[in-house]
């Protein structure tokens, strides 16, 4: 911690993290491993397509399960998970019959 420019720590100022091949020791300095480099993924429209429909399904099921234990836990509420189509649902939670604030996605 720095007050009026002076580190006030018995191990003077902050270092950068060393990392291997940044800065840091290395005992091949010369070399350079294959494991280093790598080549961009290009993901094909079918993968795009296919990896947001698992993602948005994690996360459906992730928001219907904590309503669900969320009225476990909290006898006063309830709620309503209502799905509209592949690509959107509406939570909606009540407490004491109240809607309360809940996100829906798209």
Known sequence: MAVGGIYKTRWGPPRSPRFGGHGGRSAKKDTVGAGEHKIKKEFTDLEKDEFRDEAFEYIANYFENSLAELKERNPEIDYRYRPIDPHNFTP?????ALRQPVVGFR
């Open 92 to 96: 909606t939670a009540y407490k004491k």
